[in-house]
């Protein structure tokens, strides 16, 4: 088996940039870093600039750190961009087979900490979409020492579910194919709001080669149950951890900036209200056209938007 990991992509983000009508200030690819966390080797992307206020970034479930890409050629003047692989996304390894009984999310959330960690800054904004929102209100909730702003995007404790089945039944219905382009053609008949160029894109970065053609990256093993449990008591586990999250969200006191897409499937506007009024500082702004991969399809309006926020907070 192969597995294709791309260095030379720059002339292939100009193209996704101009497709977009996206006005970066340049072109530069971020530099690759590995290290060795909690066990897993964990890749990402460092954009430059480690003098200006630094900005982490966590993507969401299926997507990997380049989902940032075309946002971050708008930011790296502003801010020191970084942007994570998470466990089992990406170029990062798998969780170890003797952790997939182990609950997914608080794994994560102990890798967010080592990579702070591990990168070493005094403080940071740490900005997470879906799944990788998740994980950053987690460790706000622990470790809010090391937060000058927090930004969650396009998910909060309550979610609608038809968004996230529609997005896992794409997956499921396109999990390995023979040629690149006919992931790419099923890409676009999926959501044809973004240009063919845009998602060539991020197909680049979310596939790799295997010897029947191409895959996602992505590790989708299920999950064990934990030994003697059922499921109907894993579905009260599920419901007991909606309620953890909702007091987790109470408690955090880092300001921050909760950016909802307009055309989201994901996140309502009542449950974006909702937490926003739970939360003890928190700004929600709407982007408008952007569904809930809000920094992919209107990575301009949110790179503004989160700009705008953070040039105000760090100013105070």
């Known amino acids: 088996m192969t597995t294709t990991h791309r260095t030379d992509y720059l002339e292939d983000m100009r193209a996704c940039a101009e497709a977009i009508d996206l006005n970066p200030p340049g072109y530069v690819l971020p530099e690759d870093h590995y290290v060795e966390l909690n066990g897993v080797n964990f890749h990402y992307v460092d954009w430059g600039n480690d003098h200006l206020p630094h900005l982490i970034l966590l993507h969401g479930g299926s997507l990997t750190a380049h989902t940032w890409d075309m946002a971050a050629l708008m930011l790296r003047d502003r801010y020191h961009v970084v942007a994570l692989d998470q466990r089992g996304h990406g170029d990062t390894g798998w969780t170890s087979d003797d952790q997939l009984n182990q609950d997914n999310g608080n794994l994560m959330v102990q890798d967010t900490h080592a990579f702070i960690e591990h990168l070493g800054y005094d403080r940071i904004t740490l900005c997470g979409m879906s799944m990788g929102g998740m994980n950053a209100l987690g460790y706000a909730a622990e470790h809010p020492e090391h937060l000058d702003a927090l930004v969650i995007v396009d998910i909060a404790p309550v979610t609608m579910s ?22 790419l053609n099923r890409a676009v008949h999926f959501n044809p709001q973004r240009k063919p ?31 003697g449990m059922t499921e109907e008591q894993m579905k009260e586990a599920r419901q007991q951890r909606t309620e953890s999250l909702w007091t987790e969200v109470k408690a955090i006191k880092t300001p921050t900036l909760l950016l909802k897409g307009e055309i989201s499937k994901v996140l309502s506007q009542e449950a974006a209200t909702s937490m926003a009024e739970a939360m003890t500082d928190c700004t929600l702004e709407v982007i408008e056209g952007a569904g809930h991969s809000v920094q992919g399809d209107q990575p301009a309006a949110f790179a503004a938007a989160l700009d705008a926020y953070l040039t105000q907070r760090l100013a105070t």
Do not use: V
């Not at 160029?197 to 999950?223: C, F, M, P, V």
């Open 162 to 183: 038809a968004g996230i089945i529609e997005m896992e039944q794409f997956r499921q219905d396109t999990e390995t194919m023979s040629q690149f382009e006919d992931f």
């Open 197 to 227: 160029a845009h998602l060539n894109y991020s197909l680049l970065h979310s596939l790799k080669q295997i010897d029947e053609g191409w895959t996602w990256k992505q590790d989708h093993r299920r999950r064990q149950l934990p030994e």
